[in-house]
């Protein structure tokens, strides 16, 4: 075996972040944000979320409908002001169940069905008639958004290919559903994303709270806009941070970006969401085996793409035991890597680690540059509210958040500024989005 811990020392190098590099990242970041909200070239979208924070005072029962991929929840919600939300009664439904026999998200189903299944699911939680109820909608796919209610579908994602949707307005489909299925005393009134949803959830209870982000399985930032150039008033935007491509990419980037579904697309988010970070991993292993430095050539699934998953990063990295036996069974069972040395055990954990210290430093830098661009000289308190899986599980993540904060805003402005878990934004901040523009007759 070639000198393992040397070429170890290489691929740490290459995966750093340094306190300059923040910076740079920082400042890049910002220089995109101000060019996309001006419409000029930019690889952040900059969409306008036609909504300003909450003020926690909004009240109501409301319906809220999370629909971010092919399981949907429907949601009760009763806000009592004083940044206090309460969920009276939900339903959890997959949209397809070959038990049940139905499958809504083939080609071979249309919106009409689909929009009707999720209407005749809201219908179950929703009182009769004795009023209107205001409904939110979380709706997480590519969508042009007109008004606070007018969301067209660009295109579909996560599997689901439901003909008859695409280019159209989401809000209507699910109000013509709604009448027709004998509840239009509920009204359609707000379509939002996940990441803006996180950013209403915590603003309604904390209005420092000026960004939002899911660091999970994807990753993607918002914020609130001070002036935005449509309206001149504040605004919640989504910037589509995951798309933000002005990193550098080691060769194991490049190599796991021209493999994937969409060369060249959300660079940021193939180097920090939780989607990638295994099947970074295993790309640096699987060339230290290549070239002679770690024993796996016998290894079959070390070649599979994505058979290694974050959760299996999470195992390694919070195993403490001397003879590293959660790694051993990880490197055994996904990657077919069986008798390992202990310093080749040690050198996973560490790339592990490398990966994950890589992927935090890289959303800090976003953060940061937000800041810079928001508010300059810091002169308010800041929160930012994080949702997802690596955020609140992944071992060490947060404090690696936090640690380069502190090195990119230096310790003064650090201080005005918070981290917070912010979790349901995709039910809660729906309903809260909805109570905002709702106006009882």
């Known amino acids: 075996m070639a000198d393992l811990s040397r070429v170890l020392a290489g691929v740490e190098e290459q995966l750093a972040v340094s306190a300059n590099l923040l910076q740079d990242i920082a400042i890049r970041f910002k220089v995109a944000m101000t060019a996309g909200l001006l419409g000029k070239p930019s690889s952040l979208k900059m969409l306008p979320a036609f909504v300003n924070a909450p003020t926690g005072q909004e ?14 929840r429907v949601v009760l ?7 206090q939300a309460q969920i009276i009664s939900r339903r959890s439904f997959p949209l397809k ?13 249309c919106g009409v069905q689909l929009f009707d299944f999720i209407a005749g699911k809201i219908a179950e939680i929703v009182p009769t008639a004795d009023k209107t109820y205001p409904l939110g909608h979380t709706f997480s796919f ?3 958004q007109y008004a606070v209610n007018e969301a067209e579908l660009i295109s579909w994602t996560k599997e689901i290919k439901t003909a008859g949707v695409e280019g159209e307005n989401v809000g209507q489909l699910l109000q013509a559903a709604l009448e027709r299925n004998g509840i239009g005393h509920v009204q359609s009134l707000a379509i939002i994303n996940d990441t803006t949803g996180t950013l209403l959830t915590a603003a309604y209870k904390d209005n420092t709270t000026d960004i939002g982000t899911i660091c999970g399985t994807g990753h993607n930032s918002c914020y609130l806009e001070p002036d935005h150039p449509l309206t001149k008033q504040p605004m919640i935007v989504n910037m589509e941070s995951g798309n933000f491509d002005q990193i550098v990419q080691t060769k194991y980037d490049i190599y796991l970006d021209q493999n994937s579904e969409k060369p060249g697309g959300q660079r940021l988010e193939k180097m920090a969401s939780g989607h990638y ?10 060339s230290l085996v290549a070239n002679g430095y770690m024993n796996g050539e016998a290894a079959e699934s070390l070649n599979i793409p994505y058979f290694l998953t974050t959760e299996d990063l999470s195992t390694m990295l919070a195993d403490h035991t001397s003879g590293l036996n959660a790694v051993a069974r990880v490197a055994a069972n996904r990657l077919g890597m ?8 040690v050198a996973l954990q560490t790339i592990a680690r490398f990966v994950t210290i890589r992927s935090a430093r890289l959303v800090a830098a976003t953060w940061a540059g937000t800041l810079f661009k928001i508010d300059p000289e810091f002169k308010r308190r800041h929160t930012i509210a994080v949702d997802g899986s690596l955020y609140e599980k992944m071992p060490g993540y947060a404090e690696y958040l936090a640690q380069a904060m502190k090195e990119v805003l230096g310790i003064g402005n650090n201080n005005q500024v918070a981290i917070r878990l912010s979790k349901d934004g995709s039910g809660i901040g729906a309903a809260i989005a909805a109570a905002m523009v709702y106006s009882p007759h």
Not at 338 to 345: A, F, G, H, V
């Open 59 to 72: 009240q109501g029962t409301v319906v809220a409908v999370d629909f971010g991929g092919t399981n949907v």
């Open 77 to 83: 919600i009763e806000l009592t002001g004083q940044g």
């Open 97 to 109: 169940d070959k038990q049940a026999n139905y499958d809504f998200t083939t080609a071979s189903a």
């Open 142 to 144: 590519p969508c042009r």
């Open 277 to 286: 970070l295994g099947e970074l991993v295993r790309i640096i292993v699987s």
């Open 338 to 345: 069986i008798e390992l040395r202990t310093s080749e055990l």
